[in-house]
């Protein structure tokens, strides 16, 4: 508990909108329905072997969310990022084989054509201190991962964009 404790406080040092320990709740995957229907804050924290963007999705379909953003640090296993194409309209994947640290995870949960849409970006060093990024696909929880999780008020949905060939967040959903 302790450590949860401290991961709260240092997470509250990064994000200027958080000004005590005490208000940021922390659940773990099995917990998040104690968050349904918030409008506050909460931290995921995620353990060595959890599939991080089910685990995300699970985590915010479970608290009854309409849409959410969310960041996160810590370390993820097998990696699978993708890079969007803008001539071929695709995305193109590859699995890092690996712990790597995450020194950054970035991302929102909306509603894309009456389903759950997710978008989220990486980055990741490795024990050279080498740095990758990209849009994360899937990983496992390499050691442990907290996402601190914003929801959102109201509904945020995505539109898909032929020209492009992707969802973008529509105004005014």
């Known amino acids: 508990m302790k450590f949860l404790?401290?991961?709260?406080?240092?997470?509250?040092?990064?994000?200027?909108?958080?000004?005590?320990?005490?208000?940021?709740s922390v659940v773990d995957s099995q917990s998040c329905k104690q968050m349904r229907g918030t409008d506050k804050q909460f931290i995921l924290a995620l353990k060595k072997g959890e599939e991080v963007t089910r685990s995300i999705l699970k985590c915010v379909n479970d608290a009854n969310l309409p849409g959410a953003s969310f960041s996160g640090?810590?370390?993820?296993?097998?990696?699978?990022?993708?890079?969007?194409?803008v001539a071929m309209k695709k995305f193109q994947g590859k699995t890092f084989d690996g712990v790597f640290e995450l020194i950054s995870l970035n991302g929102t949960i909306s509603s894309a054509e009456s389903k759950r849409g997710m978008n989220i970006h990486v980055a990741l060093g490795d024990s050279e201190y080498h740095v990758i990024g990209g849009h994360l696909d899937n990983a496992l929880v390499g050691v442990k991962a907290d996402i601190t999780i914003t929801p959102f008020k109201g509904k945020v949905a995505k539109k898909f964009d032929d020209k492009i060939g992707v969802s973008f967040l529509t105004a005014g959903a």
């Not at 991961?7 to 208000?23: E, G, H, K, Q």
């Not at 370390?75 to 990022?81: D, K, R």
Request: aromatic share 12%; glycine share 4%; proline share 3%.
């Open 5 to 24: 404790t401290y991961a709260a406080s240092l997470l509250c040092i990064v994000n200027t909108t958080c000004f005590a320990a005490n208000i940021i």
């Open 73 to 85: 640090l810590g370390a993820l296993e097998n990696p699978t990022l993708d890079f969007y194409s």
